[in-house]
């Protein structure tokens, strides 16, 4: 929680930090954190931006990413997020938790929470993963009135308007809905689930606006550098469940060798050590905050007094 030992930057200062990136820069990497100390983790590898997934929370809570997430869920992570690491947090909101008045009051909980932009679909309820088949859309109107409404009640938060139309009406649907949410106020924009690089280049020419790319992993996409996306001229590119597979797949090797073996011994290497640990929550700044706290000194390290 860095907010208490650190000075925290304000909504409004974070949004324009964010835009003030995504404009200026060229395939800005915006990678997925789902919890704070997957921030910490990203900002110390020289991420300066992040991204809440919705498919990362949910499955970090143990549920699929169907539709069944709260805006609670979603406010109270990306909180913990921001207090952590004090950047600009780009947060998926699916569809805004339901009609244009839910939409404000999902924004303005954002907003109470720092986030910097928020992204809305335009799927309908009960929602899938982009890359699935089956998607079901709501009326381009209807998702014009949300866009219109965040503007109106939460002027500050930048919006990015993803659109799932490609794989029920093709790149045309897809592309009049997108300029229609442009013209409804949104930031930036995200054509889901495209396939090559060809339809990023597509996608790059068509809009006057920053273009959003998904590299998502095991989905339609195919797995384009950042390079490419640079010279493309794509604005950003979200990594948005790397952090939460990565999590889950060293969690299950470790607890396996546990398993099998009695002992964790063998994958010490592959843990985060305890000094990295304190490290990296900046522990003794806590500790010098209240003198009544005895510095900690790990094991094996020289104790000065
Ligand atoms: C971007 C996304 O909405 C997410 O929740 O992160 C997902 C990612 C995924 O499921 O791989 C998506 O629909 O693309």
């Known amino acids: ?34 919890d704070g100390m997957s921030s910490l983790l990203a900002k110390k590898c020289g991420f300066n931006h992040l991204y809440l997934s919705g498919g990362a929370l949910s499955a970090s809570m143990g549920i699929p990413d ?49 986030v910097a932009a928020v992204q809305i679909e335009d799927q309908q309820i009960p929602k899938k993963c982009g890359h699935l088949n089956g998607k079901k859309l709501i ?41 229609a949410y442009i013209e409804a106020g949104a930031d930036i924009v995200f054509p889901e689930a495209m396939r090559s690089e060809d339809d990023f280049r597509f996608m790059r020419k068509e809009f006057n606006v920053p273009v959003l790319a998904n590299m998502t992993e095991f989905g339609k996409t195919d797995y384009i550098d950042l390079e490419t996306f640079s010279e493309i001229g794509i604005n950003l590119v979200i990594f948005p469940v790397t952090s ?22 063998s994958v010490l290497d592959k843990l985060q050590t305890r000094k990295e640990l304190y490290e990296i929550l ?23 007094d």
């Open 1 to 34: 929680m860095t907010w208490i030992i650190e000075e925290s930057k304000s909504q409004q200062q974070l949004a324009s930090d964010f835009m003030e990136h995504v404009k200026n820069d060229n395939a800005l990497p915006i990678v997925g954190a789902h």
């Open 66 to 114: 169907i539709g069944l997430l709260t805006l609670e869920d979603v406010a109270g992570r990306a909180r913990e997020i921001i207090r952590a690491s004090n950047l600009p947090l780009l947060v998926d909101i699916d569809n805004g938790f339901g009609e244009p008045l839910n939409v404000a009051r999902t924004c303005l909980e954002m907003v109470e929470a720092r």
């Open 139 to 179: 009326s381009e109107d209807d998702m014009v009135k949300k866009i219109q409404m965040i503007k109106k009640t939460a002027p500050t938060l930048k919006i990015v308007a993803r659109s799932d139309a490609y794989a029920v009406e093709g790149m045309p649907g897809m592309t009049e809905r997108l300029h």
């Open 244 to 265: 939460l597979r990565a999590a889950a797949y060293n969690i299950e090797t470790t607890y396996k060798v546990i398993k099998e073996k009695g002992t964790q011994k």
């Open 282 to 304: 900046k522990l003794h700044e806590y500790e010098e905050m209240d003198s009544k706290i005895a510095r900690t000194v790990l094991p094996g390290e020289q104790v000065d």
